[in-house]
């Protein structure tokens, strides 16, 4: 297994694994839309900052991602202002938004914010990186994950950055983060995916800092 820096060729397997690990790994049963979540959990890393983006290979193959930003104030800019308004115009235009998984997902989604599901809670100033890292379902329980991240870390460390913090929705990935040194800074559950999963879903934001942290 081999930890190295993304490049262009990895394109195509990350967008796969960032679709088939989406949403507790049931995408597809949220919404008909592949090509818009594809987009929304990739594009500003691939195509914006690829220098801050690590991929695992194991025998030839892509079998996990990191993919990082060291500046998560540029990133929300970027996406509120560039990336997600292309998306939601692509999906009326070709009528993906009206599709019926896709209208069911908006209005539980909506129906989310407007209980406070999505409050945003600031952390950039203290941690300034972000990132999100997905192994495919066969690949992990193999340490891949601790190494995409360890990568990733001496990566921010080596520019100064002064802490990075990540999102999550599995408590497994949050056990991962724990054990490298972070620490769990918000919490809450989020109900907008019950409507298909049954149950309310686990939101963490964990955090480390860098500072003389060797």
């Known amino acids: 297994m081999t930890i190295r820096e993304y490049s262009p060729a990895d394109r195509g397997a990350v967008r796969e694994i960032s679709y088939v690990t989406s949403l507790e790994g049931r995408a597809h049963d949220f919404m008909d839309a592949r090509e818009a979540v594809e987009d ?21 193959k892509v079998v996990g991602y990191l993919l990082g930003t060291d500046d998560v104030k540029m990133m929300e800019k970027v996406m509120a202002l560039n990336i997600l308004p292309r998306i939601f115009r692509d999906m009326v235009v070709q009528g993906i938004i009206f599709r019926k998984k896709n209208l069911l997902f908006l209005w539980n989604y909506c129906l989310g914010f407007c209980r406070g599901e999505f409050i945003r809670v600031r952390f950039d100033h203290e941690f300034p990186a972000a990132f999100h890292l997905n192994i495919m379902e066969g690949s992990r329980g193999k340490g891949i994950g601790t190494a ?26 949050k056990d991962l983060f724990i054990k490298l040194g972070f620490k769990v800074l918000y919490s809450s559950r989020h109900g907008y995916l019950k409507y298909v999963l049954g149950y309310d879903t686990p939101y963490y934001i964990l955090g480390k800092k860098l500072k003389d942290d060797h």
């Open 148 to 173: 995409l991240v360890e990568r990733n870390l001496a990566f921010l460390r080596s520019k100064g950055v002064p802490g990075v913090h990540i999102g999550t929705m599995s408590e497994q990935a």
């Open 40 to 60: 929304a959990l990739t594009v500003y890393f691939t195509d914006h900052v690829s220098g801050s983006c690590f991929v695992a290979e194991d025998n030839g």
